[in-house]
């Protein structure tokens, strides 16, 4: 059976909670990425890396890049799993942006998922909780707002939670099939 480490960046609770879930249904390692190092990670034969989204891109991803080295033999031959919790709706173009925002070429065999969560502004630090009220107020007051603004200006008054346990399921079902591969 080959075995899986998860790596994870959680600001507001929302990524901790799938990693969480994650957990109950595979065996598994998990590791904070402030406290992964690159030797532990290259003892997996499945890295999966989890983390929150943050004005459009994935936090922490360009530090766990820095524990891969993928032009590495040894990195090549191991299955790859990014996913993001994110406030946005779990939509085909949502996700296809954040992909296309945040997965460069090298990581094209990296399979993705994205998992809706919410919104905390209770957890969050005082630096975002300013720059979302900056946000907010450039959302209420532009004009002419596209669906996905005037969707996201909605989306931001508050806090809320849609993360859900069933949103892993695909993850899950692609964990174990890769982990009984051989």
């Keep these: 059976m080959k075995s899986v480490l998860i790596v994870y ?5 929302f990524t901790k909670r799938y990693v969480d879930w994650i957990t109950d249904e595979i065996t598994c390692n998990t590791i904070e990425l402030e406290k992964a190092k690159k030797e532990e990670i290259n003892d997996y034969d499945i890295i999966v890396y989890g983390a929150g989204m943050h004005a459009g891109h994935i936090l922490g991803l360009n530090k766990f890049r820095k524990l891969i080295d993928f032009h590495n033999d040894n990195v090549n031959n191991k299955e790859l799993i990014i996913f993001a919790t994110g406030a946005a709706p779990n939509t085909d173009e949502i996700v296809s942006q954040i992909q296309k925002n945040n997965l460069r070429e090298d990581e094209a065999n990296a399979r993705f998922f994205y998992f809706e969560s919410g919104i905390s502004y209770e957890k969050m630090s005082g630096a975002d909780k300013t720059l979302m009220t900056a946000f907010k107020t450039f959302l209420k007051i532009k004009s002419n ?4 603004e005037e969707g996201t200006n909605m989306a931001i008054l508050n806090s809320y939670d849609n993360s859900k346990k069933e949103n892993i399921i695909p993850l899950i079902s692609h964990l174990n099939k890769l982990i009984i591969e051989e």
């Design 145 to 148: 707002k596209s669906n996905i």
């Design 9 to 13: 960046k959680s600001k507001t609770g």
